[in-house]
């Protein structure tokens, strides 16, 4: 057990690496330490940051190493300097952030040889190595959201997703009502915020068998979706109208015809595919639009891990196996969602399609901490965001590595965000009518 569990932290940590290598090679030192979006930092801050924290929790805290860098830290302390102010800070040049970042690695790889995957929370099942993993994996999804802003001739490429069978599929699936198990007490590299495992009672409710492509949400658009203010909530509606907002971002209109740039090149929006780059406000007019609304993400999760014969929570909608290329689209193998419908391999027990993997889905819930919720292993991962300013998004994108992915993981963001990989299902009670376009 623990053998494996240290031979799956090594290959976690050498796949965020690789990802982190090639998102930080593939263009030269003046687009690595330049701005690309306020909104962002310089990737060549996210470079350091990943060592600078690897460094603090596995060479400082777990290894009880010597500080390598100490005075480094609050440079990359995410909290000291906001993103927009990133680009003028005395930040280490690429080379020598990558020699740092090896630096680290080099002896954290030691630290790994050598640590017992037991005698406390940090390093039982090898969770410190997990969660740093995760963190660079995180930070390596933000990073392709940095390359998405960039400017200027593509840097990147993959092969598009394979083509599965998406169909004919029901519009939706009905959930049935009653009590489901939601996060985990077991799940070895769960973070904070998924835990523990609670019963939580759910009413029956209707869910979108696959996220809301970019054709049903052109037909939004076309019956003048973004001037009704009765579809918005307020500070939505004085988004929209501040920012002259129209369609998703990165979408424009010419000749008649939606167009997208996605990391540098130009085409046209496939209709088939999940909408991306949306905001909450978005998502939540889309679905009183279409006479529905957001799932709640008790909704969400138990949709994507109940199983209704066994009453059992699964890890994922297929079970409880690791995903694998055949059941969901993620890790950044392709550069783009899978046309809805896709990953028949990957649908849970009611027959929901792409639960996981190719655009995070918003929900309708606030993040908020579960009963029971102790912050580990500092306050900074999750505690500091609980509220109502910022809403969940579960499932993980195209974009998300599988260590980093869950049926129980948790992410969230504000409701005016749309530069993320984010999308959306609709769902609806089940005492309701269906909404305009009919249900089954
Ligand atoms: C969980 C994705 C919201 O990127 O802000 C990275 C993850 N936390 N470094 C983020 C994170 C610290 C976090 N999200
Ligand atoms: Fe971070």
């Given at each position: ?21 090639a998102?930080?090679s ?14 962002m ?14 460094e ?28 927009a102010?990133r ?11 990558r020699?740092y ?36 994996q995180?930070?390596?999804?933000t990073?392709l ?65 696959t996220p809301v ?20 909530a ?34 046209e ?15 939540d ?5 279409a ?44 550069l ?6 896709s990953?028949p ?7 929901v399609?792409?639960?996981i ?42 974009a998300?590595d599988?260590?980093a992915?869950r049926?129980?993981?948790?992410n ?8 993320i ?12 009518p269906?909404?305009p376009?009919?249900?089954?």
């Amino acid at each position: 057990m623990t053998d494996q569990l240290r031979s799956l932290a090594l290959d976690a940590l050498t796949r965020a690496r690789d990802r982190t290598a090639a998102l930080t090679s593939c263009v030269d030192d003046r687009d690595l330490t330049a701005q690309h979006s306020p909104l962002m930092s310089p990737l060549v801050w996210d470079l350091a940051h990943i060592g600078n924290q690897e460094e603090q929790w596995l060479l400082r805290q777990v290894g009880k190493g010597e500080a390598l860098r100490p005075e480094i830290d609050s440079l990359y302390d995410a909290f000291e300097h906001p993103r927009a102010a990133r680009p003028s800070l005395p930040l280490l040049a690429p080379a020598e952030a990558r020699v740092y970042a090896a630096d680290v690695r080099g002896r954290v790889l030691d630290i790994l040889e050598r640590t017992a995957f037991e005698g406390g929370p940090l390093v039982d099942a090898g969770f410190a190595f997990g969660m740093i993993a995760q963190h660079e994996q995180q930070h390596d999804e933000t990073m392709l959201i940095t390359h998405q802003l960039r400017k200027g001739p593509p840097a990147l490429s993959a092969p598009e997703p394979p083509a599965h069978d998406t169909g004919p599929l029901p519009r939706e699936v009905l959930v049935p009502g009653g009590a489901f198990t939601m996060g985990t007490s077991t799940e070895p590299w769960a973070l904070d915020n998924e835990r523990p495992a609670h019963r939580r009672i759910v009413p029956a409710f209707h869910i979108d068998t696959t996220p809301v492509t970019c054709g049903a949400y052109q037909a939004f658009i076309e019956d003048g979706g973004y001037h009704e203010r009765r579809w918005w909530a307020a500070a939505g509606w004085d988004q929209i109208r501040q920012h002259d907002i129209g369609a998703p971002l990165f979408w424009r209109r010419e000749g008649g015809m939606w167009l997208r740039r996605r990391f540098g090149v130009t085409e046209e929006v496939p209709p088939d595919e999940p909408v991306l780059h949306v905001s909450w406000y978005e998502a939540d007019a889309y679905a009183r639009w279409a006479g529905r609304r957001l799932p709640t993400e008790a909704e969400w999760e138990k949709a994507a891990r109940h199983d209704p014969h066994t009453g059992r929570a699964r890890r994922y909608p297929w079970g409880d196996a690791d995903p694998t290329e055949a059941n969901a689209n993620l890790g950044q193998r392709h550069l783009r969602p899978a046309p809805a419908g896709s990953y028949p391999q990957g649908a849970s027990p009611l027959g929901v399609r792409q639960l996981i993997g190719d655009v995070w889905e918003w929900t309708s819930s606030d993040f908020l901490p579960y009963p029971g919720f102790v912050a580990f292993p500092y306050r900074e991962y999750s505690e500091v965001f609980f509220g109502s300013e910022h809403k969940v998004l579960r499932g993980g994108s195209f974009a998300v590595d599988p260590v980093a992915c869950r049926g129980t993981f948790r992410n969230w963001d504000l409701p005016v965000r749309r530069q993320i990989f984010s999308g959306f299902r609709t769902a609806r009670d089940a005492e309701q009518p269906a909404g305009p376009d009919g249900g089954i």
